[in-house]
């Protein structure tokens, strides 16, 4: 059974920095990509980011809202992703879900197919 | 960066009804459209993948179709499990973006 949790989430203070792990299980993690995509309370789902599989290259892309500030990161030994966050601002305050992305037959081919429960981001002096 | 549109952002139906639900992207992007499902409360659930594609184990009175810049998901009898909200997203080219939503709500 494919399983995927995050964890991590917590209140932090704006400008400091939040390191969110994505745990899976019952799958070749090294096989897929990986995906953050965050909900804003009360708003709706916002993508932040992927990160290739290493048999594409292992290259992460971001939005450009948090595009410097965040960094996407897999340790394949450990079927692990994460999500590091720094110069948070209240405005990344959020629920940050991890999904397993299937790539499909060609490079613009992914599909969300897994996803954990999320875990609440609270960024708040 | 190619913006998502959907229509309507809420709706009120009964169980029963067909409901559909229009995607509009601000420029072709061929096939390469997914709608999820998400209920208050828990994780999102993948539909539909490449624009038609039911991903499995979902209802088969959900369906998917379009390309380019139109898109349309259908529930072809509504039933009480079905209220919940409603994204379609992109992954024509980074940044891959979602719709705002549409709400299915019980009339």
């Known amino acids: 059974e494919v399983q995927v949790m995050e964890s991590g989430g917590g209140l932090v203070q704006p400008g400091r920095s939040l390191r969110l792990s994505c745990t899976t299980s019952g799958f070749t993690f090294g096989d897929y990509a990986m995906s953050w995509v965050r909900q804003p309370p009360g708003k709706g789902l916002e993508w932040v980011g992927f990160i290739r599989s290493k048999t594409y290259g292992g290259a992460a892309e971001y939005a450009a809202s948090v595009q410097g500030r965040f960094t996407i990161s897999r340790d394949d030994s450990k079927s692990i992703a994460y999500l590091q966050m720094s110069s948070l601002k209240i405005e990344d305050t959020a629920f940050y879900y991890c999904i397993r992305t299937s790539r499909g037959s060609s490079w613009r081919e992914y599909s969300f197919d897994y996803w954990g429960q999320g875990t609440l981001v609270t960024v708040s002096s | 960066d190619i913006q998502m549109t959907q229509s309507p952002s809420s709706l009120s139906a009964s169980v029963g009804d067909r409901v559909t639900i229009t995607c509009r992207a601000s420029?072709?992007?061929?096939?390469?459209l997914n709608w999820f499902q998400h209920k208050p409360g828990k994780a999102p659930n993948l539909l539909i993948y490449t624009g038609s594609n039911l991903q499995g184990g979902v209802p088969s009175r959900f369906s998917g179709s379009g390309s380019g810049t139109d898109f349309t998901l259908t529930i072809s009898t509504l039933q009480p499990e079905d209220f919940a909200f409603y994204y379609c997203?992109?992954?024509?080219?980074?940044?891959?973006?979602f719709g705002q939503g549409t709400k299915v709500e019980i009339k």
């Open positions: 997203q992109h992954t024509y080219d980074v940044p891959w973006s």
């Open positions: 420029q072709n992007i061929s096939k390469y």
